[in-house]
């Protein structure tokens, strides 16, 4: 099923100015060349809320997680809330039908807020400290991802009833885990192994399958393919050692999205076909059940749905050339450029682009070395003072500016 298909009034809003793998499947650019979204002008949304903000659209979030779930009928779809959470979003993911990931006690207190099922919340219990995990078994979590010994330790002396657990473990990927800071249990030294030995002896703790992350922006679907080889591979183990047989295995997410035009990207059915044949092959080889896949997308359903709002400050041109744009937001609400290098697409968003454009870099007013926000975007040469430039896409991850608004078609 497209998306077209899903939200048929989209073939009425294209425009040629935007790039359907970027922006928001609703937006859209009037006669006046203002950009639109789920059927509001952002200058309208930038006079109502101002500037910086993140602006999402419900449905294009929504459309993305009926997408996944068209694509893989058979997995349990948990949104990542560390892409982007509030009560409303949490909302909208539960009344899709997904469950919620959450990996900070502010987060937990989000989704309960919004009314999510404590049994459909899966719990990351990375640095959580023995109160928190105290406080995450009390209000009835359904599954917590335990990543280190001491997490095991912890968990185990907070619980008094059976809690479901899944351990993270490190699957022998090229890359796998980089950047993660060593979370989960690897598997050639045994580490997996003994974590399923010591889980197994706490009498309240209940083991009921493995979880893995294999990185941010994973555009080949084989590596998911490689990791349900291993993985299965141990539950088999763990079944003919311990008797045990995990019923669920959770592949993480961190599935890439396009930044720019051309940009790779995980299509949903690409890692359904991965998935089923892999899945199929290795319980085959193994006498293995087949058991429940669970993914985790959080990017792949919020970027596209937001974008970034920000108001042009001052137009700066030095000498050799090189232009910078500086608008008033910063590192604070978008710091992926400075980060990891993350390139986005830039527009103006409240007037006609002339014919001509010329390369500028947009920076920020927090006066930090290296603030960039987008480097090298084409914008009109006539920018100026008070014009409105939207970023896409957006995923409000690393820090909130002033306000954002949720639109709805």
């Not at 919340?121 to 280190?148: C, F, P, Y």
């Not at 790779?264 to 998935?275: H, I, K, N, R, T």
């Not at 992926?336 to 103006?348: D, Q, S, W």
């Not at 002339?354 to 290296?370: D, F, K, M």
Request: hydrophobic share 45%; proline share 6%.
């Amino acid at each position: 099923m497209t998306q077209f298909e899903l939200l048929p009034w989209l073939r009425h809003g294209l425009s040629r100015h935007l790039d359907r793998a970027i922006w928001p499947l609703s937006a859209s650019v009037d006669n006046l060349g203002r950009l639109w979204v789920g059927g509001v002008s952002v200058t309208e949304i930038a006079a109502d809320y101002g500037t910086p903000a993140y602006v999402v659209d419900e449905l294009d979030f929504r459309a993305r997680i009926r997408a996944y779930r068209v694509a893989l009928p058979g997995a349990e779809l948990v949104y990542a809330g560390k892409a982007l959470l509030s009560s409303a979003v949490a909302d909208w993911a539960d009344t899709e039908g997904a469950g919620l990931n959450v990996c900070s006690p502010g987060e937990l207190a989000t989704v309960l807020t919004a009314g999510v099922p404590p049994s459909q919340i899966v719990l990351h219990g990375n640095a959580m400290t023995g109160g928190e995990l105290h406080d995450a078994v009390d209000a009835g979590v359904g599954r917590i991802v335990v990543d280190s010994p001491n997490t095991i330790a912890l968990l185990a002396a907070q619980v008094r009833r059976r809690q479901s657990v899944l351990i993270r473990v490190i699957p022998e990927i090229e890359a796998a885990g980089r950047h993660e800071g060593g979370l989960g249990f690897t598997l050639a030294d045994g580490r997996a192994a003994r974590a399923v030995r010591r889980i197994l002896a706490q009498p309240w703790l209940r083991l009921i399958g493995l979880h893995c992350h294999l990185g941010s922006r994973i555009t080949d679907a084989r590596r998911c393919g490689a990791a349900i080889r291993q993985l299965v591979a141990l539950m088999a183990e763990v079944r003919d050692r311990h008797g045990v047989v995990l019923t669920q295995l959770d592949l993480g997410g961190g599935h890439g999205v396009p930044y720019l035009s051309g940009d790779p990207e995980l299509s949903p059915q690409v890692l359904a076909g991965v998935v089923d044949s892999t899945l199929r092959s290795a319980c085959a080889d193994h006498g293995y059940p087949r058991p429940q896949i669970v993914i985790e997308p959080g990017r792949a359903i919020a970027a596209r749905a937001g974008i970034t709002l920000y108001r042009v400050v001052d137009v700066r041109h030095r000498p050799g050339g090189r232009s910078f744009v500086v608008v008033d937001g910063g590192m604070v609400d978008n710091p992926h450029e400075g980060l990891r290098g993350v390139k986005y697409t830039a527009a103006l968003a409240n007037r006609h682009v002339p014919t001509t454009t010329t390369p500028v870099t947009i920076v920020g007013r927090q006066c930090e070395a290296g603030e960039e926000i987008a480097r090298d975007v084409e914008l009109p040469i006539d920018i100026q003072p008070g014009d409105l430039l939207a970023l896409a896409p957006t995923t409000i991850r690393w820090g909130r500016p002033a306000t954002w608004s949720a639109v709805r078609h």
